[in-house]
């Protein structure tokens, strides 16, 4: 009989173990980014103090450090690919860009690249949520200057494809500044498969991002994610559902007219919420202008 017992604690144990290793090492979580900015890799970067470890997302880690004297975002991409390049193209290409973070170091460490960028002193607009309820001049001034800031990004022939509250940044004078470029597609370069936003970013979607529909993608994709922006930072809702079931059920059915108590926002909604990309402002110009600024 204790024969049987310790026998099942001994699987028991043993089963906790690995799946604890499973989802550490295999699943590329903390424990990996823990031991990745090893005395070593510190020593390599100059490293002098880690000060936030932001939650990994795919292949990309994000470590706020103080490199060389100075504070910086330090992202590290464990696998390198057009996806990458591309990201870094489009802050090489834009280095000019106040709106846009300068990139300061680019080098391979082992199998990873290691990117120091300059780190935007701020929050997240994730983070400042509460600052933008019920305020539609603020919201609508915010949503001029990142378009501003897009304007030549767009004319370039790029697109951000993920703008949300977390890619976003606000400086403590309310000015934004655009980050995490990396999914962004450079529509002139025909030999680049598009991809999908990322996993988490369902929410501020539009449909042929949910739909998977990749030959409609284009600045108007961005337009209307900025109208989803605008939708929940003025009423705190999400506006066509909180699942991605229930979006993706709204983007299938008629299309929905936005009444959300102010006028200049309802104007602004209902001309960049449309679910056909046609629809939709045809040139930068009206966009901003939809915003009766
Ligand atoms: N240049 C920067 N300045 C300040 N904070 C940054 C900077 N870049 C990233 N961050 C912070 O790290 C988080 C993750 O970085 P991001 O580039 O968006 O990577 P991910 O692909 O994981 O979303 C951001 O939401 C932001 O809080
Ligand atoms: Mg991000």
Redesign the pocket.
Known sequence: MNRLVVQRNIFTISLIFFIITYFCVYKNTSMLATTILSPDFLKHFNISEIL?N?????Q???H?VIKDGIK??L?IISVIDERIERELKIYEVFKSNNGI?CILDVQRYGHELVIS????????L??VLGEYIGDSEKIRKLIFLIAEIMEPVWDGDYVHR?LKP??I?IKDDGTP?V??F?IARDLGDGTITPIGF?PNSWPFASPEQLFAKKELISYRTDFFCLGIIAHFLFTGKLPFGNSQLEISTCFSQEQITFDIGDEPLNLFLNIVLKYKVAERPRTVENFKNSLSI
């Open positions: 936030d932001k939650p990994t997302s795919g990309k880690r994000v706020i910086i975002a992202k973070p960028e300059e780190y935007i002193e701020g929050q997240d994730s983070q993920d977390q890619n940044r500044v980050i995490d990396g990322q």
